[in-house]
């Protein structure tokens, strides 16, 4: 990581326009090295210098989480203009995130938001139905998984999820 920050930090002296992109790396290199003060530092920095950026936002909220910054990961996540986020992979990446970190409840809001932007997302179902199995949601769970076998009949996990149906007949 240190290398890395080098690098990074003369990017930055030759290319200050690269700012926003930059200040993320620097943020993810300092959160390998478990530094989580300096990571917030240039979270924060990524962000306030685009802060019309949402892909930033969700690149941030992914450090944090990172880097176990959850409140501060939400905090950047309030931050997120819905309506300026073309298509569900970046709160699909968060989604993972929190289903990572074993938080079924983020998880589910999350995956949700994700498929109203994008409902073509199989693979969405089938962990937001497995996050429901958490919550013990029975209803949420079959319908996801019976979506997730339909949409992707030929999918990674579609022996799980068969078998989840079957177990909750």
């Known amino acids: 990581y240190p290398e890395a920050r080098e ?3 003369q990017a930055l ?3 200050p ?6 200040y993320q790396k620097l ?6 090295e478990k530094n989580t003060a300096k990571s917030i530092e240039y979270l924060e920095l990524s962000i306030a210098a685009a802060p019309t950026r949402m892909d930033l ?3 941030a909220a992914q450090i944090a989480l990172k880097a176990d910054l959850t ?18 992979d970046g709160y699909f990446d968060v989604a993972v995130e929190f289903l990572n970190r074993k938080d079924p409840a983020n998880t589910v809001t999350f995956f949700t938001k994700a498929l109203a932007k994008d409902p073509t997302i199989a693979d969405a179902y089938y962990w937001r139905g497995r996050a429901y199995l958490q919550l013990q949601k029975l209803a949420e769970v079959k319908a996801d998984l019976k979506k997730y076998v339909e949409m992707a009949p030929d999918g990674e996990n579609v022996g799980a999820a068969k078998g989840l149906l079957e177990q909750l007949k």
């Open 7 to 9: 690098a990074l930090n």
């Open 27 to 32: 943020a993810q290199a300092y959160a390998g």
């Open 71 to 88: 409140e501060k990961a939400l905090a950047i996540l309030e931050g997120i203009d819905d309506a300026q986020v073309q298509n569900g």
């Open 57 to 59: 936002r969700f690149a």
């Open 13 to 15: 002296a030759l290319r």
């Open 17 to 22: 326009d690269l700012g926003p992109q930059v």
